[in-house]
T-cell receptor, first 115, second 111 residues
Framework: ETGVTQTPRHLVMGMTNKKSLKCEQHLGHNAMYWYKQSAKKPLELMFVYSLEERVENNSVPSRFSPECPNSSHLFLHLHTLQPEDSALYLC??????????????FGPGTRLTVL | KQEVTQIPAALSVPEGENLVLNCSFTDSAIYNLQWFRQDPGKGLTSLLLIQSSQREQTSGRLNASLDKSSGRSTLYIAASQPGDSATYLCAVKAAGNKLTFGGGTRVLVKP
């Protein structure tokens, strides 16, 4: 088990619901990431946070809203999603965003299904 | 825009055979390349990280090579075991610790 945990592990929601995904890292890292893994598509970076500041927003629709209250926690707030948003959402953390030797450590992911 | 391609998309071998997984990338301006393993329904586990100045990295039965000029990396897994069955992903890192992933190679090692 890695030092990155995600809850819930599975989530089914309707298009009008509002839900949140939670990620927590116990590694003392300063950078956290959200990725989306859809069927038949490569893993895509969504957001990057460094020291609680968003440093990357990879053209993600506004129905996905990230929040990083501190360096150990990262949330992804979801509202009015579409069925094509169904995917595995992975959280990762690394010591920094600038050092080329930093490895990203991944959580187990949240399997999201939008009905 | 960096693009990462992994061939083949799926691979099935009998136990004991060596595995060869290929990864290619279009922009050679990378900091490093990583190989990850993903088991069904789980997150990614880092296997090997090769810096852009290195040619290869080894860990146990795993060996990864990097030819930055040609935009290629190969992951070799010696004497495969059923426990090696998983999806293997390669990712290249550019500025800002941004990883670009390939589509993965799904490996099945038959006992």
């Amino acid at each position: 088990e890695t030092g990155v945990t995600q809850t819930p592990r599975h989530l089914v929601m309707g298009m009008t619901n509002k839900k949140s995904l939670k990620c927590e890292q116990h590694l003392g890292h300063n950078a956290m990431y959200w990725y989306k893994q859809s069927a038949k598509k490569p893993l895509e970076l969504m957001f990057v946070y460094s020291l609680e500041e968003r440093v990357e927003n990879n053209s993600v629709p506004s129905r996905f809203s990230p929040e990083c209250p501190n360096s150990s926690h990262l949330f992804l707030h979801l509202h009015t999603l579409q069925p094509e948003d169904s995917a595995l959402y992975l959280c990762a953390s690394s010591l920094t965003t600038v050092t080329s030797t930093d490895t990203q450590y991944f959580g187990p992911g949240t399997r999201l299904t939008v009905l | 825009k960096q693009e990462v391609t992994q061939i083949p998309a799926a691979l099935s071998v009998p136990e004991g055979e060596n595995l060869v997984l290929n990864c290619s990338f279009t922009d050679s301006a990378i900091y490093n390349l990583q190989w990850f393993r993903q088991d069904p329904g789980k997150g990614l586990t880092s296997l090997l990280l090769i810096q852009s100045s290195q040619r290869e990295q080894t860990s146990g039965r795993l060996n990864a090579s990097l030819d930055k000029s040609s935009g290629r990396s190969t992951l070799y897994i010696a004497a495969s075991q059923p426990g090696d069955s998983a999806t293997y992903l390669c990712a290249v890192k550019a500025a800002g610790n941004k990883l670009t992933f390939g589509g993965g190679t799904r490996v099945l090692v038959k006992p």
